[in-house]
């Protein structure tokens, strides 16, 4: 599935973006992340499939947006507190493999990934970019607070705790749960101000 041109129209429907998005997570835990069509999307979902090009330019947004977050992430609250603002996307990572549909569909969203440059390419310009925009928001605010001394690099701390979750669940094949939360939140705000490593989890 690839469809890079989305031309702008009129205001999306949310109702159809929760029929994708539902239909998206039920075909999933049904026939996989291989199984997925267009058609079968917009068939259960009851819309046509160009409301689906309209907001997706490949299979890989169509599931990502579908199963983990839209081009805008979650919003993340200002805890006032480095470790407390770690915690929180910690969380949202952890929550989000922790699914075990998301699970089931990382595999083969990876492989479209690695197979398709301008899809990788277009996913880290949307997606990807959103993410790490929320990471610097967390460090500008603590290099403000005094918190942190000098300027951090958003990309390694955000490639950090998404690849410390991602090491658990399918390279170590464990369940991440909230232990995992605290410890990489410690961690992570341990490395950016000189603590110590802290314990392992388990």
Do not use: C
Not at 132 to 149: D, F, H, K, M, N
Not at 176 to 201: D, F, H, N, Q, S
């Amino acid at each position: 599935m690839e469809s890079p041109k989305q031309p702008l129209g009129r205001p999306r429907d949310s109702r159809v973006d929760d029929a994708i998005r539902g239909a998206v997570r039920e075909l999933i835990a049904e026939v996989g992340y291989a199984g997925l069509t267009v058609d079968a999307v917009a068939a259960r979902a009851g819309v046509g499939k160009a409301a689906i090009y309209r907001r997706h330019a490949s299979r890989v947004e169509l599931v990502f947006a579908g199963l983990v977050h839209d081009r805008e992430p979650h919003p993340l609250p200002d805890t006032g507190s480095l470790h407390g603002d770690l915690t929180g996307l910690a969380n949202v990572i952890v929550k989000s493999f922790s699914d075990p549909v998301v699970a089931a569909a990382i595999p083969g969203l990876l492989a479209d990934l690695k197979q398709h440059p301008d899809t990788a390419e277009r996913f880290q310009r949307t997606f990807i970019a959103m993410e790490r925009g929320q990471v610097s928001g967390i460090l500008q605010r603590a290099l403000v607070r005094g918190e942190l001394t000098v300027e951090a690099d958003p990309v390694l701390v955000h490639a950090t705790m998404l690849g410390t979750v991602f090491a658990w669940t399918f390279l170590l094949d464990r369940q991440p749960g909230p232990e995992l939360v605290e410890r990489i939140a410690a961690l992570t705000a341990a490395g950016l101000t000189g603590g110590g490593p802290g314990r392992p989890v388990g």
